[in-house]
């Protein structure tokens, strides 16, 4: 990445943390600047980014910084099936492809429609916003290694 392009995005987590009323620390930082290089990556593995990056923090103050950007908005939080929760800097309406094989996961753009792109046959007087939608199959890596064993 250029270093501009650092800096700007480094000035939008930095109006979106105190929008949202958090303080802009280089720890926060840190944590979402490897969600942004690291889709779809689990809190352990965004800690070692993070401790590559700064040294030392603790795993809990990483597991703080990636509830308080998911709860506003500023990072989203999945969790498919049988997986540990995963972190994206992505969190315009979209869904998700999983490998029911490596797990490896994916976005992909809504089908159709606008958000929440599912109507619910009945919505039991909720005001939805938003419908998470996860499809499943085997990545065309594991297909292919799949081909060679058989």
Excluded at 7 to 14: C, K
Aim: hydrophobic residues 40%.
């Amino acid at each position: 990445m250029i270093e501009s392009e650092a800096n700007s995005n480094a000035l939008d987590v930095s109006k979106a943390l105190r929008a949202a009323g958090l303080q802009v620390t280089a720890q926060r930082l840190a944590v979402y600047e490897a969600v942004r290089s690291m889709p779809h990556a689990i809190a352990d593995d965004i800690c070692q980014a993070v401790r590559g990056e700064l040294g030392v923090i603790s795993r809990q103050a990483v597991y703080d910084s990636l509830n308080a950007m998911s709860e506003y908005g500023i990072i989203r939080r999945i969790q498919p099936a049988g997986s540990a929760a995963r972190y994206e800097d992505r969190v315009d309406n979209h869904h998700h492809l999983a490998c029911r094989q490596c797990g490896e996961v994916v976005d992909i753009n809504c089908a159709v429609g606008k958000a929440p792109c599912l109507v619910a046959e009945h919505d039991h007087g909720y005001d939805i916003d938003e419908a998470e939608v996860i499809y499943w199959g085997v990545c065309p890596t594991c297909q292919s290694i799949s081909n060679r064993d058989d």
